[in-house]
């Protein structure tokens, strides 16, 4: 009878450890957040930019170096932002169908 008992209190023991780690990982929780840094290729839409973000990679194999661009439209609450503008923008809720980003700051 006692090697009945035993198994219940080793699975109350580990409930309780996972209600204290289930806490401290909701109080310590930080938002990490993607960031990339592009060129503005077109400010035509209201309150959005498209961004354009080259991206340098290397081949597995050949190890040869290749970019790949890629566009992003990210959202310009004040209209602030040109074509030729660099800018930082960083990924958040979604404003849009196409945006999920907007602009954090330009240089």
């Not at 993607?34 to 930019?49: A, C, E, H, L």
């Amino acid at each position: 009878m006692s090697a009945k008992k035993e198994p219940k209190k080793n699975t109350e023991k580990k409930t309780q450890i996972k209600k204290v780690v289930e806490k401290k990982v909701v109080e310590n929780k930080a938002v990490i957040r993607k960031r990339f840094q592009g060129i503005v290729v077109s400010d035509d839409m209201d309150k959005t930019v498209v961004v354009s973000v080259e991206i340098v990679k290397v081949h597995p194999k050949y190890l040869k170096r290749y970019s790949q661009n890629k566009k992003y439209k990210v959202h310009d609450e004040k209209n602030i932002f040109k074509v030729g503008d660099k800018v930082t923008f960083e990924e958040c809720r979604p404003y849009s169908k196409d945006k999920r980003w907007r602009v954090v700051y330009a240089k």
